[in-house]
């Protein structure tokens, strides 16, 4: 074989190389996004678990991937440190490395069953809802507010928000089993800088607003699901 023919040769082969190394490369981007949901999922159902067996105080093992465009959802919050003088986007301490159960978060219709934990920091939100510490608490007079992500992945944490209607059911029940039944009054989108004046915008009772960004991938709007106790 002359050194032309072993030339052609070698580089008929490093070609197969590389477009071998090209499409595993391919299915690994593809396959990633499936992962990462799949491991978000499953730490949510862990602390799930935790909180339908009574344990309020979760320690935490594995950190679930991070949620792309986290930071965008949060920046809302920014608006509230000036009010309450201290920061809401914080992380559970590294020094604890636990999270605080407080409820599941259950809507039948849209097949959603999700932690609810104390905070609304990058971490707390990767495992499912948050509840915004200065809102009040489930099933108490005023607006309990929790938010959650919207995920591109149908059904993943609240993803399927938007099909809500009035009348519908929202179930909270608490790491002591008290379950509280919110009925869906309305929806509506507000830009980010009105979110907060849509939550406290001075109504009574005992209500429950559940937030997330809106279009789906975009998140330039929030969207807030506004409910009332079951009386």
Not at 100 to 118: F, H
Not at 147 to 167: I, T, Y
Not at 196 to 222: D, Q
Request: net charge negative.
């Amino acid at each position: 074989m002359n050194e032309t023919a072993k030339l052609d040769k070698s580089i008929r082969a490093l070609t197969v190389l590389m477009a071998l190394l090209l499409l595993i490369m391919g299915a690994l981007l593809l396959t990633r996004d499936h992962w990462k949901a799949e491991l978000q999922a499953a730490a949510s159902k862990e602390v799930v678990e935790a909180i339908k067996s009574g344990n309020t105080v979760i320690s935490l093992t594995t950190l679930p991937p991070e949620i792309e465009g986290e930071e965008d959802d949060l920046e809302v919050l920014q608006g509230l440190e000036e009010v309450y003088g201290h920061s809401l986007l914080e992380d559970v301490p590294e020094a604890t490395d636990r999270l605080i159960g407080m409820a599941t978060l259950e809507i039948r219709k849209i097949d959603l069953l999700l932690p609810v934990v104390e905070g609304t920091g990058r971490i707390q939100l990767r495992y499912g809802a948050g509840w915004l510490v200065t809102s009040a608490l489930p099933g108490q007079p005023g607006n309990c507010v929790i938010f959650g992500h919207r995920m591109r992945a149908k059904g993943r944490k609240f993803n399927r928000l938007d099909e809500l209607l009035s009348g519908d059911e929202v179930i909270i029940e608490d790491a002591e089993g008290t379950v509280y039944t919110y009925i869906v009054n309305e929806t509506v989108e507000v830009e980010p800088a009105d979110l907060f004046k849509e939550l406290y915008k001075g109504a009574e009772g005992r209500n429950l607003s559940l937030v997330t960004c809106t279009p789906v991938g975009v998140g330039s709007r929030r969207m807030v699901v506004s409910c009332e106790l079951e009386q």
